[in-house]
């Protein structure tokens, strides 16, 4: 299966609201509420964020939200601050048990 | 503490063979689908392999016939046998858990080179 297609990079300055699409096909995005979202820090493991599209894991921050539109789903990260730059990764489920990954943003902080 | 620990990873000519191990704890293994997900450097995240509780097996096309994923819920471990590898197999491999991929470990180096 092809990759998700993720923006390579987006910026913001702090305390503004920035937004990550990924868009994937009526294989995988569209066809199911399993899109995830993932914050990477140079260096370490990535971080679930989002799951089934909107739902936010114990912790992390309501600054962060998800939603779906048709086969693209996006996170919303707002009141932009330093600690959210990071590589952000988008994740869906692609049937017969299989999943698929964007190719990942690169969220710069101004 | 639930938490994921990987090892096993190391340098193997092309063509070797190498198995990665991950050791869980803090949760009840048995109840969770497992996945293994690697990274190559300076790449993106790439989903390689799953396995269901009931231990059915799921690949990427990429390693396909040359991986095999396996778990022994004894012993809250999940294994990758990797066979056939490639330079393009150069990756830091993470196991991670249920199909939101929820826990993550800290990943293992795996570098095919001659």
């Known amino acids: 299966q092809s990759a998700l297609t993720q923006p390579a990079s987006v910026s913001g300055s702090p305390g503004q609201s920035i937004t990550i699409s990924c868009t994937g096909t009526s294989s995988d995005v569209g066809s199911y509420n399993l899109v995830s979202w993932y914050q990477q820090h140079p260096g370490k493991a990535p971080k679930l964020m989002i799951y089934?599209?909107?739902k936010r894991p114990s912790g992390v921050s309501n600054r962060f939200s998800g939603s779906k539109s048709g086969s693209t789903a996006s996170l919303t990260i707002s009141g932009l601050q330093a600690e959210d730059e990071a590589d952000y990764y988008c994740?869906?489920?692609?049937?017969?048990?299989?999943?698929?990954f964007g190719g990942g943003t690169k969220l710069t902080v101004l | 503490e639930v938490q994921l620990v990987e090892s096993g990873g190391g340098l193997v000519q092309p063509g070797g063979s190498l198995r990665l191990s991950c050791a869980a704890s803090?949760?009840?293994?048995?109840?969770?689908?497992m996945h293994w997900v690697r990274q190559g450097t300076g790449k993106g995240l790439e989903w390689v392999s799953a396995i269901g509780t009931s231990g059915d097996p799921y690949y990427s096309g990429s390693v396909k016939g040359r991986f095999t994923i396996s778990r022994e819920n004894a012993k809250n471990s999940l294994y990758l046998q990797m066979n056939s590898l490639r330079a393009g197999d150069t990756a830091v491999y993470y196991c991670a858990r249920s199909r939101n991929l929820d826990v993550w470990g800290q990943g293992t180096t795996v570098t095919v080179s001659s």
């Open positions: 803090g949760f009840t293994f048995s109840s969770y689908d």
């Open positions: 994740c869906s489920y692609a049937a017969f048990n299989t999943w698929v």
């Open positions: 089934e599209g909107s």
